[in-house]
């Protein structure tokens, strides 16, 4: 079964730091997609993305946020300067269409930010 | 913009009970409303969903049911299992005809206790 991979599973980092997290859709999906959920709490939606664009964002994806499809295959978020409360599992999405066909969640990233 | 509640936040039940777990959404646009199921440290793994031109839907011990006029749908599990523990999310979709929008608002979560 097709599936979305992320990398890296754990990424530790100093605040005011600079990190990019890192995922690979499925092959066919058009729409990607980051959410966050911070430790006990919901799965939370940052941003999603067709057609090399940003379609819609969050509240939370302030201008310390940003995603790239830097090559066809890898789309990314950067978080330009983190802070503390950045630390949080950061899923990566995909999905065939923007109808939930075919929706599904990377394995995560957790990001620990000290 | 959606917003979704779900309950009960905790549910214990005692294995082979059945367990239900409630949502709702206040965007009449939404119409696709997706369960996922959250273990430890893991991926939220579909295990249901179910769109707005449907009334209920049933997988096995699994079944989840819409009502569209008051806005709110539900997860039904039968015989439960001690591998059902889990924290169950719900979700729900809108679709915006005036452009792309398939971002998934999500509930807070139920953390499901199955008993032995």
């Known amino acids: 079964e097709p599936e979305v991979t992320q990398t890296p599973s754990h990424q530790v980092t100093q605040m005011g730091q600079e990190v990019i997290l890192r995922c690979v859709p499925i092959?066919?999906?058009?729409?990607f997609y980051w959410y966050r959920q911070i430790l006990g709490q919901k799965v939370e939606f940052l941003v999603s993305f067709y057609n090399n664009e940003i379609s819609e964002k969050s509240e939370i994806f302030d201008d310390q946020f940003s995603v790239e499809r830097p090559d066809g295959s890898n789309f990314t978020l950067k978080i330009r300067s983190t802070k503390l409360e950045d630390s949080a599992m950061y899923f990566c999405a995909s999905s065939v269409g923007d109808r939930g066909y075919g929706y599904t969640f990377g394995s995560g990233t957790r990001l620990t930010v000290v | 913009g959606e917003n979704v509640e779900q309950h009960p936040s905790t549910l214990s039940v005692q294995e082979g009970d059945s367990a239900v777990i409630k949502c709702t959404y206040s965007d009449s646009a939404s119409n696709y409303f997706p369960w996922y199921k959250q273990e430890l440290g893991k991926r939220p793994q579909l295990i249901i969903d179910?769109?707005?031109?449907?009334g209920e839907k049933k997988d096995q011990r699994i079944a989840v049911t819409l009502n569209k006029t008051a806005k709110h749908f539900s997860l039904h599990i039968t015989e439960t299992q001690p591998e059902d523990s889990a924290v169950y999310f719900c979700?729900?979709?809108?679709?915006?005809?005036?452009?792309?929008?398939?971002?998934?608002?999500f509930g807070k979560g139920t953390k499901l206790s199955v008993k032995p």
């Open positions: 092959s066919n999906h058009l729409y």
């Open positions: 979700a729900a979709q809108s679709q915006n005809y005036g452009g792309s929008q398939g971002n998934l608002i």
């Open positions: 179910i769109r707005s031109n449907v």
